[in-house]
């Protein structure tokens, strides 16, 4: 007998627009992203829920106090040198393992069948890139694709708070969006 795949809240536009600005914020800042910054600065209290903004916000006036270059010294920090908080969710659960090219190549297809196109360039369990898929997926590949990796972005979002990290409150934003429970498990 299978595993049945629980079916997770539908997710509202707000919190499509959240997902999509949380891809962004996630992603290495440099000279493509800063433009967006200010316009996610001028357009969330438009469209995404209060908590969501706070968090953005917070975020983005941390980036401003602190310069575009101490931000992407802070990424490469957070997520290049410490493998533990590697934004490439499928290593985190087959690591060097043969299973994680057929894991990878299986999210593919799911963007593909959901009618996604990738970003080119990146591996296809990048988060900034499942969270974009997330912001626009159907519902069914939305808990496909949580069921296959909600716990290791759990497991990253209680890695990132424990190391105090400046990325910790977007990761936590969209564990709660995608409710997510903090043990790692879909409820």
């Known amino acids: 007998m299978s595993p049945t795949l629980k079916t997770l809240p539908a997710l509202s536009s707000d919190d499509r627009i959240t997902l999509g600005c949380l891809s962004v914020l996630l992603r290495y800042p440099d000279e493509t992203t800063l433009p967006l910054f ?11 829920e209060p908590e969501a903004v706070r968090c ?3 975020f983005l006036a941390r980036l401003e106090r602190h310069g575009v270059c101490v931000m992407q010294e802070e990424h490469v920090r957070t997520f290049d040198l410490d493998t533990a908080c590697s934004p490439h969710l499928a ?3 087959y690591g060097d393992d043969p299973r994680l090219g057929r894991a990878l190549a299986s999210l593919n297809e799911l ?5 996604f196109e990738p970003l080119p360039g990146e591996l296809p369990d ?6 974009e898929f997330l912001a626009v997926c159907p519902a069914w590949a939305k808990d496909v694709l949580l069921d296959g990796f909600g716990s290791e972005l759990t497991a ?3 890695r990132l708070t424990a190391a105090a990290n400046p990325y910790t409150p977007l990761v936590q934003e969209a ?3 995608l409710h997510l429970s903090s043990e790692g498990a879909r409820p």
């Open 38 to 48: 200010s316009t996610m600065r001028e357009e969330l209290p438009l469209y995404c």
């Open 56 to 58: 953005l916000w917070d």
């Open 91 to 93: 290593w985190h659960r």
């Open 111 to 115: 963007y593909r069948d959901a009618g």
């Open 126 to 131: 990048y988060l900034p890139m499942m969270l």
């Open 156 to 158: 990253l979002s209680t």
């Open 175 to 177: 564990v709660r969006i």
